[in-house]
């Protein structure tokens, strides 16, 4: 039985590890855009951007761990799967950009790019040391970080609730007359599922470490971690909107979300408020970095003989530290098609963790093999690289294609052939039996 202090603890483990840069940039400017609709738009992010995820660790929490999504396919596909995964999620992608977001935030105004290298080595050299120490994961994330990360988050928050920086914006954009239905979308397009997926390993390790052997507490204990990262991000997420929907006093165009923040912290805190910013985004880059790192050397350690768990971690970090000073733009355009791509068949794994044992293993294949399709048409939509022709085609005559899920229908619709199938299947065997 964990405390109630080693609870809280490893809910804001679980809610730090979420919290990156790009969590904090984009609810502002979707409260901007949706303006006086920030409400009705932040209610459809929060469903997808903060309940699917998770939706994810509850089902992470019920199958009795993340390695169990993919236990009813072929283990060659199973470990492929989990090696994409931890490298888009670590140093070819995630680690990388939260380096040069953190930096962008903190030191980039004072010394330009001059100093990205030196705080390169730095904020590697860190995550590696957090890393490196598993078993003290949830003392150093949820009792030391994240707890200085939220009490300057909630500053922000009270101060924008008080003393609000102007009237609430104009909607516009889609935000006009469907603020639900774009919310829904860009919460879908945070694409959280895949790190839930890869978290769970680190919050199975973290409650084991505490001396829960139990697969009933460790699931009770993983859906209390769920349900506090929920309400936490809901929080944060309600706030930094509210801040973009009231940013109207400046009286020009936002771009980003990123801006927004920084007008607002030197309205309300002056040259303090850059300082406290930066304190912000690094904390946050720095909690999600360790616990992808840790998540991904977890896998490493326990699928492959000739890698050690430290080997992973510093693996990791060398190398997200050379993507993030070499060729960080040139790699996105790689992998985040590969991102996008890889979402779905996170979520068809997920769909099917309740039911796969009334699938063939075959059609269990066929339907990863759908969901990776279809999400390759919607990976080509995002990213605008789908010819006009297809994509006018597409739009007219694909289910949710203009909402970047074109891969739900047909997969769904293999998984009921597929049950079906099987049902048949085994009524037919029943019959033979009994002759």
Not at 304 to 319: A, N, R
């Amino acid at each position: 039985m964990l405390s109630a202090r080693n609870i809280a603890a490893l809910g804001f483990m679980t809610f730090a590890m979420y919290l990156g840069a790009g969590n904090l940039i984009f609810p502002p400017f979707l409260g901007y855009q949706a303006g006086e609709h920030f409400l009705s738009g932040m209610s459809g992010f929060l469903l997808t951007g903060v309940g699917r995820p998770a939706m994810a660790l509850v089902i992470v929490a019920i199958v009795n761990g993340s390695d169990k999504l993919t236990a009813a396919l072929p283990k060659s596909l199973a470990t492929s799967f989990w090696v994409m995964v931890f490298i888009v999620i670590g140093p070819a992608f995630v680690i990388p950009r939260a380096i040069t977001v953190a930096y962008q935030f903190s030191f980039a105004p004072m010394f330009g790019d001059a100093a990205l290298v030196p705080f390169t080595i730095a904020f590697c050299v860190i995550t590696i040391l957090f890393a490196l120490y598993p078993g003290k994961l949830i003392d150093n994330l949820g009792k030391v970080l994240t707890p200085a990360l939220m009490a300057i988050l909630v500053t922000m928050s009270i101060t924008a609730l008080v003393y609000p920086a102007g009237e609430l914006t104009q909607a516009s954009g889609p935000y006009i007359n469907g603020a639900f239905a774009e919310g829904l979308t860009q919460g879908y397009m945070t694409m959280d599922a895949l790190g839930s997926i890869g978290f769970g390993w680190i919050i199975f390790r973290a409650i084991r470490s505490m001396g829960v052997d139990c697969p009933k507490a460790t699931a009770k204990y993983t859906l209390i971690a769920a349900l506090m990262y929920a309400i936490a991000m809901a929080f944060v997420y309600t706030s930094l909107a509210y801040i973009g929907s009231t940013s109207s006093y400046l009286g020009f165009e936002f771009s980003n979300g990123g801006d927004i923040l920084t007008a607002f912290t030197f309205n309300h805190f002056g040259a303090f408020g850059s300082l406290l910013l930066g304190a912000v985004m690094i904390l946050a880059c720095l909690t999600t970095a360790i616990g992808v790192t840790t998540a991904g050397s977890e896998f490493y350690d326990n699928t492959f003989s000739k890698v050690s768990y430290k080997g992973g971690v510093i693996t990791t970090m060398v190398l997200a530290g050379l993507i993030a000073n070499v060729g960080l733009e040139q790699l996105l355009a790689i992998t985040l098609p590969t991102v996008v791509a890889l979402h779905p068949v996170a979520i068809a794994l997920m769909i099917m963790a309740h039911i796969r044992n009334k699938m063939s293993q075959m059609m269990v294949v066929v339907t990863v093999f759908t969901a990776l399709a279809f999400g390759c048409v919607d990976a080509l939509h995002i990213l605008g690289y789908m010819p006009e022709a297809a994509n006018q085609w597409l739009d007219n005559n694909m289910p949710l294609y203009h909402y970047f899920t074109s891969w739900i229908v047909p997969t769904v619709v293999i998984v009921c052939m597929s049950i079906l199938a099987y049902k048949s299947e085994q009524k037919i065997l029943l019959a033979n039996s009994t002759r």
